[in-house]
């Protein structure tokens, strides 16, 4: 469990954003609700609920309590069972914030208004040791699929009109981002610049990498966009004006280079 004190990102994160429109998707295996976790006994008990949800629990307790309160928990736990490597064994997915609270500070596990990432946690071996092997952004955990290939593939809410999916990797221990998927056009997310950057000139975000594609906003020179990843052939940036806006190209000579 010494993986899991050293991450700690169970409580914390950033989100990028999701939008949805349409377009035909792999069929995947979704994650499926888990009955049976009696959250008030990982508490209570040694081995009354699995190591890595008792430990993310206690360490939510020591916070709650640093600040003065108590934790509380939820009343029916929000845990979700997948197979990422289609070998019988499951793997489980779970964000802290949703499964407890701390009594008089609501917001103490919150990751702001876009949400934390799940924990995607694997049992080593035959004990109850637990290693964290992805942070998923997902929401709801239903629209997140396995796929035949053991790539993750997260949606959208209401999918399956959905403009945009974020697919996860395996990179030898870890599922790490790796690129989405905008209305059937690849973007390349783990090679891509990042980072805030200003608009050079008046500029118009578009729907799709291709010139001539319809247009989803426009913002004027020297407006700050998130670069989220790029077009395949670099011509194209995928950006973000801002947590409320949707997302679109633009060509890349339109980011003013620092």
């Given at each position: 469990m010494r993986a899991m004190r050293r991450t700690h990102w169970i409580l914390l994160g950033a989100c990028l954003l999701m939008s949805c429109a349409s377009g035909a998707i792999e069929p995947g295996v979704a994650p499926v609700r888990t009955d049976g976790f009696v959250l008030t006994g990982c508490l209570e008990s040694a081995g009354s609920c699995p190591a890595f949800l008792a430990e993310s629990m206690r360490y939510a307790q020591t916070l709650c309590r640093e600040i003065g309160s108590e934790l509380e928990m939820a009343q029916t736990a929000s845990i979700w069972s997948l197979d990422v490597n289609h070998d019988g064994v499951a793997e489980y997915l779970f964000e802290i914030g949703e499964n407890v609270y701390c009594r008089d500070a609501a917001s103490l596990f919150s990751c702001g208004s876009l949400g934390c990432p799940r924990s995607l946690v694997q049992r080593v071996g035959e004990?109850?040791?637990?290693?964290?092997?992805?942070?998923?952004?997902?929401?709801?955990?239903?629209?997140?699929?396995?796929?035949?290939?053991?790539?993750?593939?997260?949606?959208?809410?209401?999918?399956?009109?959905?403009?945009?999916?974020?697919?996860?990797?395996?990179?030898?221990?870890?599922?790490?981002?790796?690129?989405?998927?905008?209305?059937g056009h690849r973007v390349e997310f783990a090679e891509s610049v990042h980072g805030l950057h200003a608009l050079a000139a008046a500029t118009e975000l578009l729907a799709e990498p291709t010139p001539g594609a319809a247009t989803v906003g426009r913002y004027d020179a020297a407006t700050e966009v998130a670069i989220v990843g790029t077009s395949p052939d670099g011509a194209y940036y995928y950006v973000s004006p801002c947590n409320a806006c949707e997302s679109g190209f633009v060509r890349r000579e339109s980011i003013a280079r620092p």
């Open positions: 004990s109850d040791d637990w290693r964290i092997i992805g942070g998923i952004y997902v929401e709801p955990p239903e629209v997140l699929a396995v796929l035949p290939s053991g790539v993750l593939r997260a949606g959208c809410p209401d999918a399956p009109d959905c403009a945009e999916y974020w697919f996860y990797e395996w990179m030898g221990d870890y599922y790490a981002q790796s690129y989405l998927e905008v209305r």
